[in-house]
């Protein structure tokens, strides 16, 4: 099984309270959200593994038996163009849970009319595999959001 840690320090929220119905929906996969502290920070890693996808505002880290976590920072943060985020890692490098891949900050994405809230996703996953998910809550950065099956 595969623990999950949260990339970000802040508040779980779980998916149902996300501003977005693909992910409100679960549509992409199931798993929690984080409302983050609004001050500058960086994103981990929530497992080990390879970077597979790595954009400003989301990445994708497979661990080793091929289960795909996605962090999206923010909600339509796509449409920042990058702006306010500082990728610190590369597509195919191996991270180590804990380990920071993109540095930015939630305020600002507020500050500019997007949602700094973040999903964290089990990739390809169904419900019943995830055990203990966590929707309410402190959270630091690290600590478990949900265990995968």
């Known amino acids: 099984m595969t623990s999950v840690t949260s990339p970000l320090a802040g508040r779980a ?3 149902a309270a996300v501003p977005d119905p693909v992910f409100s929906g679960a549509m992409v996969g199931p798993g929690t959200a984080i409302d983050p502290v609004r001050e500058a920070s960086e994103a981990v890693s929530p497992v080990d593994g390879v970077i597979v996808s ?3 505002h989301a990445y994708v880290v497979v661990d080793s ?5 996605l962090t999206h920072l923010g909600i339509d943060t796509v449409q920042l163009n990058g702006e306010g985020f500082e990728l610190l890692v590369n597509k195919g490098d191996t991270v180590t849970r804990g380990q920071a891949v993109i540095r930015w ?3 600002a994405v507020e ?3 997007k949602s700094p809230i973040c ?3 089990a990739l390809e996953a169904t419900a019943d595999s995830l055990t203990d998910v966590v929707e309410t809550g402190d959270m630091k950065a690290g600590d478990v959001l949900f265990g995968w099956q």
């Not at 038996?65 to 976590?69: N, P």
């Open 119 to 121: 999903p964290v996703v």
């Open 65 to 69: 038996e091929g289960h795909g976590v």
């Open 54 to 56: 790595l954009h400003p």
């Open 111 to 113: 500050a500019a009319g």
């Open 105 to 107: 900050n939630p305020a």
């Open 13 to 15: 929220i779980g998916l």
